[in-house]
């Protein structure tokens, strides 16, 4: 059973160039989560994407954008990229209906750095 | 905006003592959740404390959501060099989004 899956796990960008950034959730997970961890800090939530659609989203600009597919899987997509959005993203994978989080599991995260 | 204030940011201390991180917030959570974190890896769920005063145990970890569940604790005891790492506490909301803290920089050395 694997767990969750990222991809690519490191990558290196050009100012001003687009990224996307590939999220495969947990067996049995509906619910994946973005976040955002910048050297030293702790995850920043971006958005969160249940049934295909956004269902909440973090303070972060329209250039962040995503989205689910009918297998579940995610996509996150930076559009014009500033050196600020280097930093680790990583993908949560849950179950929507464990209100207590018992299932949440991340992956190890896609490294993005920009030049 | 609801936030998680951790501290210390940054512990490090002799193999065998004891040590206790805490995790604090204005804002009431349904669960607070406690993760380790290696470098280049992805956070690790230890355990999530759902009910107000509850404990657990993981170990010599033992971990403590407060009464009100607004805040909790980690204590290590007797800590060892494999307990280095980055601790995470995390808030669960109702609608599932995680509020972070900052992270605690744990090293144990021998």
């Known amino acids: 059973d694997a767990g969750v899956t990222q991809s690519p796990t490191h990558l290196i960008k050009t100012r001003g160039q687009q990224v996307t950034l590939r999220c495969s959730p947990k067996s049995g997970h509906d619910t994946v989560s973005w976040y955002q961890q910048a050297l030293g800090q702790g995850p920043q939530f971006i958005f969160q994407y249940y049934e295909e659609e956004e269902r909440q989203r973090g303070n972060f600009p329209d250039r962040f954008s995503g989205h689910q597919f009918p297998n579940y899987s995610s996509e996150l997509n930076v559009n014009a990229l500033l050196l600020g959005d280097s930093a680790l993203y990583l993908c949560?994978?849950?179950?929507?209906?464990?209100?207590?989080?018992?299932?949440?599991?991340f992956g190890e995260g896609s490294w993005l750095t920009v030049v | 905006t609801q936030l998680l204030e951790q501290s210390p940011q940054f512990l490090s201390i002799q193999e065998g003592e004891n040590l206790t991180v805490y995790c604090n917030s204005s804002?009431?959570?349904?669960?607070l959740q406690w993760y380790r974190q290696e470098p280049g890896e992805g956070p690790v769920l230890l355990v999530t404390?759902?009910?107000g005063g509850e404990v657990k145990k993981l170990k010599r970890l033992t971990f403590q959501f407060g009464d009100a569940r607004k805040d909790s604790s980690l204590h290590i005891t007797a800590a060892q060099p494999g307990d280095t790492g980055l601790y995470l506490c995390a808030g669960v909301r109702s609608n599932y989004q995680l509020i972070w803290g900052a992270g605690t920089k744990l090293i144990i050395k021998p």
């Open positions: 949560a994978s849950s179950f929507l209906h464990d209100d207590l989080g018992n299932t949440i599991y």
């Open positions: 404390v759902v009910t």
């Open positions: 804002s009431v959570f349904s669960s």
